[in-house]
């Protein structure tokens, strides 16, 4: 377990900030303050970071996506509730299995989490870890049997729940992207799609998905022909989406795309 600060360990403050749709702070505009942190604490001579107490998925996502460019390993702590959710509602599980995808170096409950919702919560999530997992920092979690898949299931999230998917699975009709989606995510959820499937042509058809994405039940598999959209949308979605294969950008560039936000390509 990595100490902590200030003995190596750099902090990464979030305070009491709130991302959109919840608050004021744009999801980009929070990742570079936490770039900014990092680049500090790195000049500072810290060989890793941590993110403490965390309260939300999205906080979580932003701390790691603004920290990359330190090139410093991040650890990550959430806060827990006594109904075993953040603050923010954010299922620990779909938060372990996301931040591990995208990087994190390891992820535990915070010294202020609910005693009982840690007990109840570390034997679920344990079989899940690919990184180092802990109840309280310094309670490290000894390493549990992995949980047993499929081959070729797919592990998918939203900020809400973890999804896991069969080889196959039958999207939605594409969704396109507006400021209110409400009907139409409600109407696909009625129906007996596996996923849905959003249609991303701009970047702000990114960010207006990513206005409405707390309202979706199901996976998320985004849908494009431009590079720079479908990277938006990866960044802003608060989960581990699959991006759809036909897009008609280069296979090359969605396996990176995939690898750098912890997606899938199918």
Same mark, same amino acid.
């Given at each position: 377990?990595?100490?902590?600060?200030p003995?190596g360990?750099?902090a990464?403050?979030c305070?009491?900030?709130?991302?959109e749709?919840? $608050?004021?702070?744009? /999801?980009?505009?929070? &990742?570079?303050?936490?770039?900014?942190?990092? @680049?500090? !604490?790195?000049?500072?001579?810290?060989?890793?970071?941590?993110?403490?107490?965390?309260?939300?998925l999205?906080?979580c996502?932003?701390?790691?996506?603004?920290?990359?460019?330190s090139?410093?390993?991040v650890?990550?702590t959430?806060?827990?509730?006594?109904?075993?959710?953040?603050?923010?509602?954010?299922?620990?599980?779909?938060?372990?299995v996301t931040?591990?995808?995208? $990087?994190a170096?390891? /992820?535990?409950?915070? &010294?202020?989490?609910?005693?009982?919702?840690? @007990?109840? !919560?570390a034997a679920?999530?344990a079989?899940?870890?690919?990184?180092?997992?802990?109840?309280?920092?310094?309670?490290?979690?000894?390493?549990?049997?992995?949980v047993?898949?499929?081959?070729?299931?797919?592990?998918a999230?939203?900020?809400s729940?973890?999804?896991?998917?069969?080889?196959?699975?039958?999207y939605s009709?594409?969704?396109?992207?507006?400021l209110?989606?409400?009907?139409?995510?409600?109407?696909?959820?009625?129906?007996?799609?596996?996923?849905?499937l959003? @249609?991303?042509d701009?970047?702000?058809?990114?960010?207006?998905?990513?206005?409405?994405?707390?309202?979706?039940?199901?996976?998320?598999?985004?849908?494009?022909?431009?590079?720079?959209a479908?990277?938006?949308?990866?960044?802003l979605?608060?989960?581990?989406?699959?991006?759809?294969?036909?897009?008609?950008?280069?296979?090359?560039?969605?396996?990176?795309?995939?690898?750098?936000?912890?997606?899938y390509?199918?």
């Open positions: 377990m990595p100490p902590d600060p003995e360990c750099g990464l403050i305070g009491d900030a709130l991302i749709p919840f $608050g004021p702070v744009h /999801f980009i505009e929070m &990742a570079e303050r936490f770039a900014l942190q990092a @680049r500090r !604490e790195q000049a500072a001579g810290f060989s890793r970071l941590r993110l403490e107490d965390a309260p939300s999205a906080l996502r932003a701390a790691l996506i603004g920290a990359r460019g090139g410093l390993p650890d990550i959430m806060r827990l509730c006594e109904d075993g959710r953040s603050p923010a509602g954010s299922s620990p599980l779909a938060s372990l931040l591990q995808a995208l $990087g170096a390891s /992820f535990g409950f915070s &010294a202020g989490s609910c005693p009982q919702a840690v @007990r109840e !919560e679920r999530l079989p899940w870890a690919d990184i180092p997992f802990f109840l309280r920092p310094g309670e490290r979690m000894s390493p549990a049997e992995p047993s898949l499929d081959e070729g299931s797919i592990l999230a939203c900020e729940e973890l999804f896991v998917l069969e080889e196959e699975f039958e009709e594409p969704v396109t992207c507006e209110d989606m409400s009907e139409d995510i409600l109407e696909i959820e009625n129906c007996s799609n596996d996923v849905l959003v @249609r991303v701009t970047a702000d058809d990114a960010y207006h998905f990513s206005l409405n994405a707390h309202m979706a039940r199901l996976p998320v598999a985004f849908s494009s022909d431009s590079e720079e479908l990277e938006m949308a990866l960044a979605f608060n989960g581990r989406a699959v991006i759809d294969s036909l897009s008609d950008v280069p296979r090359p560039v969605l396996c990176r795309l995939a690898r750098e936000y912890g997606a390509v199918v």
